[in-house]
């Protein structure tokens, strides 16, 4: 079975641009998170999707959102980025939370 | 308080001995609670979850949960060099996971 997918894997983005990752969950699993990874932060958890719905979000500024499609794939967009956005932004997938997640290999955002 | 907390090591340990992770939660009502291995510059890899209290073994690892002290363990039995990594705490609430600091661990050939 694929594990789970991420688009782009690096990018480079501007101050003030605004950006869009994309993520493929594991086959059969409905429940896609996102996470922001920093050296000085750790994981952090940014927002959880189930069956398109939103059910958890973070502690992040409204520059952050998200979305999930009907066949599960899920998208995050941060507007107007900032240096400190600068990170590795990892989506996991489970058949449905809280169960097993399981991580794709990640974006990694540099903003300059 | 931080939600997970994990001893921040790093741990150096030879090879062929015991590796002992803690990680302590802030949550009472955390139901689920799950270990991850991460390699440098890859992301997290779930090795082992824990549901109920008292010890889980796959392998070479057996998890430990304690609901009552909020306590969760992780012991890796006989090292091996490719167990030198960052294992991360993660606990359950709300559809998210927290995670801890993470613990690098070190096995010295």
């Known amino acids: 079975k694929a594990g789970v997918t991420q688009t782009p894997r690096y990018l480079i983005k501007t101050r003030g641009q605004q950006v869009t990752l994309s993520c493929s969950p594991i086959s059969g699993h409905r429940s896609v998170s996102w996470y922001q990874q920093t050296p000085g932060q750790g994981l952090q958890f940014l927002f959880e999707?189930?069956?398109?719905?939103?059910?958890n979000k973070g502690n992040f500024p409204g520059r952050f959102s998200g979305r999930q499609f009907s066949n599960s794939r899920s998208e995050m967009n941060v507007s107007t980025l900032e240096l400190g956005d600068s990170a590795l932004y990892l989506c996991a997938s489970s058949l449905e939370g809280p169960l097993e997640q399981y991580f794709g290999p990640g974006t990694r955002l540099t903003v300059t | 308080q931080k939600e997970v907390e994990q001893n921040s090591g790093p741990l150096s340990v030879p090879e062929g001995a015991i590796a002992s992770l803690n990680c302590t939660y802030s949550d009472r009502g955390s139901q689920s609670f799950f270990w991850y291995r991460q390699y440098s510059g890859k992301s997290p890899e779930l090795i082992m979850f824990i549901y109920s209290n008292g010890d889980k073994e796959d392998g070479r690892f057996t998890a430990q949960l304690n609901k009552a002290s909020q306590y969760v363990s992780l012991l890796i039995r006989d090292s091996q060099p490719s167990d030198s990594a960052t294992y991360l705490c993660a606990v359950s609430n709300d559809y998210k996971l927290s995670f801890g600091a993470g613990t690098t661990v070190t096995v010295r050939a």
């Open positions: 999707y189930f069956s398109e719905t939103q059910r």
